[in-house]
């Protein structure tokens, strides 16, 4: 593999990679550049939708985007415009002993599973009560919004995944709905990057956020509002999130940021991204450009803590 130009952000990413796997006797060998139909080795997020792409089934992989796509977002009947390749090709090394990628989880996966759940209960709720006439029942009426939140909720989390993979894919580690060990609690998204560790929890709100005082006269008290509703104790939540990524890291001394991302919500025109409770508030677009800001952490840094991350907060959801 060429060395890419060290003036490119995406070139200062890869020329330290390379050069470790040439110091540890790893030869890179050249993939044509383009999209490819390939059974993937490890397993992956497709940069359209979000899903989860498990290890041996197919997928189409942009060697020079380093994105993979379901094919369901790009269909198979492509298949006679691009090159099968084997995958070892895709993962740049003939040394089969290299280190995989951690598995990224599935997006939104811990929420949906919620849904469904009481959803079903729902159901059988009905069906126990109304019996032969349960099928009116349920078509006539449907879930509390209490449980529509979930999978609201959901989605939410999908989009946001699809949108960091999309923005920042190339640069950072994405790790979605992970489990925070002894609790049923769970983290949404974490990125790491050079910028350091992000912990990112998507809201799915609509309305315009903003950031009010309240405050006395001579006081202040600034407050999150969504929609004319204050909802300053999302903030509150992320105290168990970061103590949890805390505990994970250990001693290490790795920046950690905190993102409330609302992926649907409406901002004003001049509006800009505000710290709640030293939390940042923000939307896709500037979360993203805060995780790709240069940072302390190098890339073999950025791979290392993205597997203990990993490690010790594994997916909420296990994926088949």
Not at 10 to 37: C, H, N, Q, W
Not at 75 to 83: C, T, Y
Not at 291 to 303: F, H, M, R
Not at 304 to 318: D, G, I, R
């Amino acid at each position: 593999m060429d060395r890419p130009c060290d003036d490119t952000l995406l070139g200062r990413f890869l020329v330290p990679v390379l050069d470790t796997y040439r110091s540890a006797g790893l030869v890179p060998i050249t993939v044509e550049m383009g999209t490819k139909l390939i059974r993937l080795r490890y397993a992956g997020t497709c940069s359209q939708c979000a899903s989860v792409l498990a290890p041996d089934t197919r997928g189409w992989w942009d060697s020079e985007a380093r994105r993979a796509t379901c094919v369901d977002c790009h269909p198979a009947e492509d298949d006679s415009r691009v090159q099968v390749v084997a995958p070892e090709q895709i993962q740049g090394v003939t040394n089969s002993d290299s280190p995989s990628p951690p598995a990224t989880g599935e997006a939104g996966a811990s929420a949906r599973q919620m849904y469904e759940q009481k959803h079903r209960r729902r159901e059988e709720r009905i069906e126990q009560k109304w019996g032969r006439l349960a099928g009116v029942v349920k078509f006539v009426s449907t879930d509390p919004q209490s449980t529509k939140a979930w999978a609201k909720g959901s989605t939410g989390e999908r989009r946001l995944a699809s949108l960091l993979v999309k923005s920042v894919g190339d640069r950072a580690v994405l790790l979605h709905d992970r489990k925070i060990p002894g609790s049923r609690a769970n983290i949404d998204h974490l990125a790491i990057a050079a910028s350091g560790i992000w912990v990112i929890d998507a809201k799915n709100y609509t309305g315009k956020v903003e950031q009010r005082d309240v405050g006395g006269l001579f006081s202040t008290d600034q407050r999150l509002y969504v929609n004319g509703h204050d909802y300053t104790e999302l903030v509150a939540g992320f105290a168990w999130q970061i103590n949890a990524v805390l505990e994970a890291i250990g001693d290490a001394e790795i920046p950690i940021n905190a993102a409330l991302c609302f992926v649907d919500s409406e901002w004003g025109f001049f509006a800009k991204p505000f710290q709640q409770g030293g939390v940042w508030v923000t939307w896709p677009t500037k979360v993203s450009e805060m995780i790709a800001a240069p940072g302390p952490l190098s890339p073999v840094d950025v791979a290392q803590v993205s597997e203990l991350l990993a490690s010790k907060l594994p997916s909420a959801v296990p994926v088949d």
